[in-house]
């Protein structure tokens, strides 16, 4: 007699089938709501270049009065409307700006009074008119880093220059002064007197002087006098 396999009862089988629809759609749902990485919103804005601050003369606006090139480096004379207040700007913006003290000094700042030399020190002298006299300041660079020495110059004859003088690729402030020992600047005495010019280093030594003249305009160059070497003697005491 045949034995006859066990025979599993269909309701269990349609129950199982539907077990395992049911675990496939619960997968389904959880791979459809999971949350999703956030989709690109293109390409990266750059950032926003800083804006310069900027520069003020006298609580205003600066104008530029006048502007040099000294080894590639750009060189600007800002001042307020009146002149009162003065900067110098060196490299591009917003650069190193400097205050210029000689502005404090009543002088008269516009489009000659920078004068810049390039060489092993680069320097740059501003200068400005103030009655019969003129007043010089001077901003020089080494190693690329330029500084305010806080030396002013001062010609009571008018006459102030940058030049190499000694011709060893560093120029040299050239001060043209009355000679008048014993006589205040600027008295009659002294405005009568003889002139010379005097060489001063960029470190403000005195090199030497020229003979005595009648006026600024018997010097070599005048009015950006251009003195050598051979022109200077020692300075009367």
Same mark, same amino acid.
């Given at each position: 007699?045949?034995?006859?396999?066990?025979?599993?009862?269909? $309701?269990?089988?349609?129950?199982?089938?539907?077990?395992?629809?049911?675990?496939?759609?619960?997968?389904?749902?959880? %791979?459809?709501?999971?949350? /999703?990485?956030?989709?690109?919103?293109?390409?990266?804005?750059?950032?926003?270049?800083?804006?310069?601050?900027?520069?003020?003369?006298?609580?205003?606006?600066?104008?530029?009065?006048?502007?040099?090139?000294?080894?590639?480096?750009?060189?600007?004379?800002?001042?307020?409307? $009146?002149?009162?207040? @003065? *900067?110098?700007?060196?490299?591009?913006?917003?650069?190193?700006? %400097?205050?210029?003290?000689?502005?404090?000094?009543?002088? *008269?700042?516009?489009?000659?009074?920078?004068?810049?030399?390039?060489?092993? &020190?680069?320097? +740059?002298?501003? /200068?400005?008119?103030?009655?019969?006299?003129?007043?010089?300041?001077?901003?020089?660079? #080494?190693?690329?880093? !330029? *500084?305010?020495?806080?030396?002013?110059? %001062?010609?009571?004859?008018?006459?102030?220059?940058?030049?190499?003088?000694? @011709?060893?690729?560093?120029?040299?402030?050239?001060?043209? /002064?009355?000679?008048?020992?014993?006589?205040?600047?600027?008295?009659?005495?002294?405005? &009568?007197?003889?002139?010379?010019?005097?060489?001063?280093?960029?470190?403000?030594? #005195?090199?030497?002087?020229?003979?005595?003249?009648? $006026?600024?305009?018997?010097?070599?160059? !005048?009015?950006?006098?251009?003195?050598?070497?051979?022109?200077?003697?020692? +300075?009367?005491?």
């Amino acid at each position: 007699m045949r034995t006859s396999a066990a025979r599993t009862p269909r $309701s269990a089988l349609l129950t199982a089938v539907l077990a395992a629809v049911v675990t496939l759609g619960a997968i389904g749902a959880v %791979f459809l709501l999971r949350p /999703r990485p956030a989709e690109p919103s293109g390409a990266a804005e750059p950032a926003a270049a800083p804006v310069p601050p900027v520069v003020t003369c006298g609580g205003g606006p600066c104008r530029q009065v006048a502007a040099m090139t000294v080894g590639g480096v750009p060189v600007v004379l800002l001042t307020d409307a $009146s002149g009162g207040s @003065a *900067r110098v700007r060196v490299g591009p913006e917003p650069g190193t700006v %400097f205050e210029l003290a000689i502005a404090q000094l009543g002088v *008269r700042l516009d489009q000659d009074s920078l004068r810049c030399i390039d060489g092993a &020190a680069p320097a +740059c002298l501003i /200068r400005g008119d103030a009655g019969k006299a003129a007043y010089g300041e001077l901003l020089v660079a #080494s190693g690329g880093v !330029w *500084r305010d020495p806080g030396k002013p110059y %001062f010609s009571d004859a008018g006459t102030l220059s940058l030049y190499d003088v000694t @011709a060893d690729g560093r120029p040299d402030v050239i001060v043209v /002064r009355h000679d008048c020992p014993g006589a205040e600047p600027g008295t009659p005495k002294c405005d &009568a007197a003889p002139v010379l010019g005097q060489v001063y280093d960029l470190a403000g030594r #005195s090199v030497g002087c020229t003979r005595r003249v009648t $006026s600024p305009s018997d010097l070599r160059g !005048w009015p950006d006098i251009r003195l050598t070497r051979a022109d200077l003697r020692p +300075c009367p005491a």
